[in-house]
RNA sequence: GCUACCAACCGGGUCAUCGCUCGCGCCGCAAGGCGGGGGAGGAAAGUCCGGACAGCGCAGGGCAAUGCACCGGUUAAGAGCCGGGGGGCGCGGAAGCGUUCACAGAGAGUGCCACAGAAAAUAACUGCCGAAUUAUCGUUGUGGCAGCCGGGUUCGCCUGGGAGCCUACGGUAAGGUAAAGUUGAAAACGUGGGGUAAGAGCCCACGGCCCCGUCAAGUAAUUGCCGGGGCGGGUAAACCUUGCAUGCUGUAAUGCCAUGUAGGUUCCGGUUUCCCGGUCGGACAGCUUCGUGCUGAACGGUCGGGAAGGUUAGCUGCCCGCUAGCAACGUCCGGGACGGGUAGGCAGCCAGAUCUCUGCAGUAAUGCAGGGGCCAGAUAAAUGAUGACCGCCCGCCGCGCAAGCGGCGGGAACAGGAUCCGGCUUACAGGUUGGUAGUAAUU
């Protein structure tokens, strides 16, 4: 696996791209807060059959990260709600990915050690536009903490 | 030089590190790697107009609905733009200049017009008049006639009174009138005179406005002169009328590939009549070589076709009407609902009403010709993040007479493609250039 070669990247491959996907994310995956962001993820194995909470064995999960997808997968986005300018949704999109691409490494190594992979979404849900270092502190902490889940 | 306004343009730069996306070249079985390129805006926004493109629909007609509305030009088109005309407003003595207007019709009809006011379209009320006509009132009323009553008488008549009638006068009502009536955004063309019972464009003079016509100018809107007719408000962004135009839905359109369209549950509707032809059977009739042979034939079965009716679907609002399917007592046909399944890939999807420069035509919008250029194609949605320096602006401090220099701190707008173009509208820190006006200084 050529991933803890090259550490900083976010292509294609990495990120949340499949409309089903997101919708089995939302629909059967675990989820928590902390601010300002809202954190829906889902487990599961390297095989990609089996989530670890184990709602049904679900047979359209084939196509969940498996063999030729990295183990890691992230989407990302700010609501509308508050952001009603496009561009500030853009700009908040663009420093959560920043974060996460910079951070992920140790998620990234351990679920590979583990075997399992991650489909994992951030939502933001703070009010104003956040700053640079604010970003970066809180997906550091999110990561650590779903290494700890990844872990249990 | 400064200030204001208008127009056009720009909308921070460089470097480093780590990244994203799409082509190209090379390497690799592949995953991918390496190299070198492209990668948001003037509004990408609002989605308000107009197209291109696509699908559905489309014999045709009618109704409805919607939009537009001075003229000419421009364009693929427009509710855009350019030029012109007209009205309003502002400045001005005027010429003119600027600005603004959804600028057809209120001489077809219906409706509405808050508050105030007599009244918002009927002419009501106050007021004025009461001439004509009609009615009516009037205590000594102006004149006349006069039934009747009293007195006198030469019996001819004289004289006094007098109901009533006519007339005159005064009033009232019907009636006439729209001059005046504190309002209001708006009040029945304005001013003056004549006229009248009182009045009135009722008449006249001058002026204003509207309509029609001749002539002249102009492509036209329109303008001008003359002549004729007229002058009872506003509102059509109320209904409406007139003229013109218009199918509907939008790239989540749409096409292709892959997968699926299976099995199931349930509801509703349907089985018609007639005609023609083929074929089979054939009551019966005729012919007969008497062979149940030939010919005809009501009727019946079956197959095919047609007509009417039925029914289902379509006719992107409705109707006429049109088109297509169905006709089968079978667990059949048609339609609907539930349920089930797919929501992956490719095309559309970026070379175009394209950008830019030059020339020509035109007042201009714009067009034509030639040269050069290639300028995003993402799809949970790329074009970024961080740092440093430079440039710009602001504040504070220090130095300096001042211009300014240095240090520290802070700020930098509106805003992100999603099919593509042409417009419109709205948002926008700061800056550059040009023009106009004002003003200061210098020559």
Redesign the pocket.
């Given at each position: 696996m050529?991933v803890s070669n090259?550490?900083?990247?976010?292509?294609?491959?990495?990120?949340?791209?499949?409309?089903?996907?997101?919708?089995r994310l939302?629909r059967d995956g675990r989820h928590f807060t902390l601010f300002p962001f809202k954190v829906y993820y889902l487990f599961s194995s390297a095989a990609g059959i089996v989530p670890p909470p184990g709602p049904a064995t679900l047979?359209?999960l084939s196509?969940l990260p498996g063999l030729?997808s990295p183990p890691l997968q992230a989407?990302?986005?700010a609501g509308s709600r508050h952001f009603?300018?496009?561009?500030?949704?853009?700009?908040i999109?663009?420093?959560t990915?920043?974060?996460y691409?910079?951070q992920k490494s140790d998620l990234q190594q351990h679920l590979h050690a583990t075997n399992r992979s991650l489909a994992l979404?951030l939502?933001y849900t703070g009010k104003d536009l956040p700053?640079?270092?604010l970003i970066n502190e809180k997906i550091g902490v999110i990561l650590q903490k779903l290494i700890r889940e990844a872990g249990s």
């Open positions: 050529p090259k550490k900083f990247t976010l292509g294609a491959t990495e990120r949340l791209k499949s409309r089903k996907t997101i919708e939302f047979p359209g196509s030729s989407g990302f986005a009603k300018k496009a561009v500030d949704r853009n700009r999109k663009r420093l990915k920043e974060a691409r910079l979404f939502i700053a640079h270092s």
